[in-house]
Every structure is written in structure tokens, then in C-alpha cells.
């Protein structure tokens, strides 16, 4: 049962462009959601992160943005860089809970 | 002040041998989680230490073992080796007042190859 689902997998775009990447949950009683930036042989670092009580939050070129009915949230990145070129995972954690969910994943290259 | 560091980062072993995995917490955090990640997917949580119990534990067999010593540091051992359980495994330290509040730091983890 995957709790928290990813896509795309995999996405390509060029210097300058926007980056998306979406999830959806299924547990309401998710109440944290980070997304984590992991370049290879490195491990996950933080990125951003939202409670489901402000639908936007925008952090330099980073932005998540929440929809709770729809129980999905996506991760913006404007004015790709290469060096944003990276696996990033968007994750869940109950309230109290000490489990981060995590998704499989979107592979992002940013083409010079 | 210091990241999460983990020891070693690349070790090989063969099925039915056990491994032992250390980890340093980030300065002044008294929390520590393991997660495992397979190549390709997302980390998958094992268990975490507080205060020098064990305080969750993910979907993970009990021949994943683990300890947190009074400096916060922690160890995960693995008894009878399979070859599933090659995986990059990854600590992460934070620090909380109560568990499942606290920002994870997570370290560059120990790649472990079971032939």
C-alpha cells in the first residue's frame, strides 16, 4: 500500500523553465508535508515544508502548493537551474508520529 | 557544528553474515531514525531511537536491530543478511521535544551490498 504517490517519475526541462512535480495521500491524519532534494551518493536534504493550515508556501524559487479536499500537493520550482538537477521526494507524517511516508521519487534534469 | 555523519559508507557482505552500521547525530539532537532505500525508490522507515528507547518501528522483520547510546549516537544491526536487503541505508537525526515534531537531518547514509 502505497501511501504517498509521486509523479511524473522522471522530467525533463530546459535552464529557465518551471518544474512540477505532484503527490497525492490518502491519510487525512497527515499533517507535515517536506519535500527533499537528493543528488547522488547523497543523502536526502529538506527542502521545503507545509502544514495543511496554509494552502502556499514559497521559499526563493521553491514553492508548495496544498490543496487539503483534493489531498494533493506539488512542488514548483521556477527559473530551473542545472544544478537543480537532483531526485526529489515529497513525503507525509502523521500527527505525533515519528514516520516520515515517503514518495518514489521524480528524477529532474534541467538542460543547460 | 557537525552534520550526521555515518560509518562505514560502502561495505560488502555476503548472505547470512551480519552488519553493524554507525551513526553520529547532528550536534545538540537527541532523536534518531533509520531508513532504508532500495535503488530507485524512496526511503523506507525502520525504526527511530528517543532518548535511548526505540519509539516506532516501520514494516522491518526483527533481525533489523538497532541501539541509541547516551551521546544520542546509534547503531543498526542486521542479522542473516539477504540479498534484499542491499540498499542504501540512511540515518537521520533531529531534534525533539516530543517525537514526530522534529525537522530531519539526514546523513550521505552506508551503501550495503549483500552478494
Known amino acids: 500500500q502505497q501511501q504517498v504517490k509521486q509523479s511524473p517519475q522522471s522530467l525533463i526541462v530546459q535552464k529557465g523553465g518551471i518544474s512540477i512535480i505532484n503527490c497525492a495521500y490518502e491519510?487525512?491524519?497527515?499533517?507535515?508535508f517536506p519535500w527533499y532534494q537528493q543528488f547522488p551518493g547523497k543523502g536526502p536534504a529538506l527542502l521545503i515544508a507545509?502544514?495543511?493550515?496554509?494552502s502556499e508556501k514559497k521559499e526563493g524559487r521553491f514553492t508548495i502548493s496544498f490543496n487539503k479536499s483534493a489531498k494533493q500537493f506539488s512542488l514548483h520550482i521556477m527559473d530551473s537551474q542545472p544544478g537543480d538537477s537532483a531526485t526529489y521526494f515529497c513525503a507525509a507524517r502523521r500527527g505525533g508520529s515519528e514516520k516520515l511516508v515517503f514518495g518514489k521519487g521524480t528524477k529532474l534534469t534541467v538542460n543547460p | 557544528e557537525t552534520g550526521v555523519t555515518q560509518s562505514p559508507t560502502h561495505l560488502i557482505k555476503t548472505r547470512g553474515q551480519q552488519v553493524t552500521l554507525r551513526c553520529s547525530s547532528q550536534s545538540g539532537h537527541n532523536t534518531v531514525s533509520w531508513y532504508q532505500q532500495a535503488l530507485g525508490q524512496g526511503p523506507q522507515f525502520i525504526f527511530q531511537y528517543y532518548r535511548e528507547e526505540e519509539n516506532g518501528r516501520g514494516n522491518f522483520p526483527p533481525r533489523f536491530s538497532g541501539l541509541q547510546f547516551p551521546n544520542y549516537s546509534s547503531e543498526l544491526n542486521v542479522n542473516a543478511l539477504e540479498l534484499d536487503d542491499s540498499a542504501l541505508y540512511l540515518c537521520a537525526s533531529s531534534l525533539s521535544a516530543d517525537p514526530g515534531t522534529g525537522e530531519l537531518f539526514f546523513g550521505e547514509g552506508s551503501r550495503l551490498t549483500v552478494l
Open positions: 491519510n487525512t491524519a497527515f499533517d507535515y
Open positions: 507545509i502544514r495543511p493550515d496554509v
